[in-house]
């Protein structure tokens, strides 16, 4: 038994003779300091062992029932969520967003937003035309007192693409995906091209942005929104 201990995380994730994982581990979680351990006398959060064919099971060491079974890509995905909750379990003092949070400019844009909103292909577009990616996906969040400023954190975990691209994409967006070396698989795709906070990295939040997606080609428009829909999103959208 392998036990992963991720910085800011009580409890560590153990891995079953899961030696085949551990390239995707390498790239995914490189901006998330970690150690590796043979041996913990803390009971692990979540639990990898190999199941039959090429799949794997992980269970989840708060929660009853049958654990989930998947291919390598996806059961990093589901590390990597609980990887947020237990995040929260080891610190509750923090807020945590179902967000993306893009830095401008030394200032974070945040997109709180629902699951399929567009949040995380938005952000690592941005990320390809040069902007710092804080995260995708989830967005810890805590209070400075002394500067009197709210700051996101960076978990250092690499961004994903749902695939496929949709074929509006434009070319040069679908073929840069195309040409990364991130892990993937039949629905999902881990991005290695795209400049990322380390993990840890604070950045004060300077705006938010509530994505209306449109299912019909429309010009893109920046409105302004008012302020109990914006709070309204962000209650939402916290863990």
Known sequence: MTYLHFDHLHHPAALEDAARLDPVIAQVFAGWPHRRTCQSDIAPFATIRPDTGSKWTIALGHAEGPPKRWDDIDVICDLAAEM?????????????????????????????????????????????????LMTDDVLPVQFDPARGVFEGIANGILPRVRLPLPAQFSAGFREWVAADIGPSNKRYKYLSGCPIAAGGAAVPIGAVVVLDRQDAPCAPTLLPIPREDALGSLIAQNF
């Not at 379990?89 to 400019?105: E, I, K, Q």
């Open 84 to 132: 947020a909750w237990e995040r929260l379990r080891s610190n509750p003092d923090l807020l945590c967003l179902h967000a993306a949070a893009v830095d401008f400019g030394g200032r974070l844009v945040v997109m709180p937003n629902a699951r399929r909103a567009g949040k995380s292909t938005l952000a690592v577009a941005l990320a390809r035309l040069g902007h710092m």
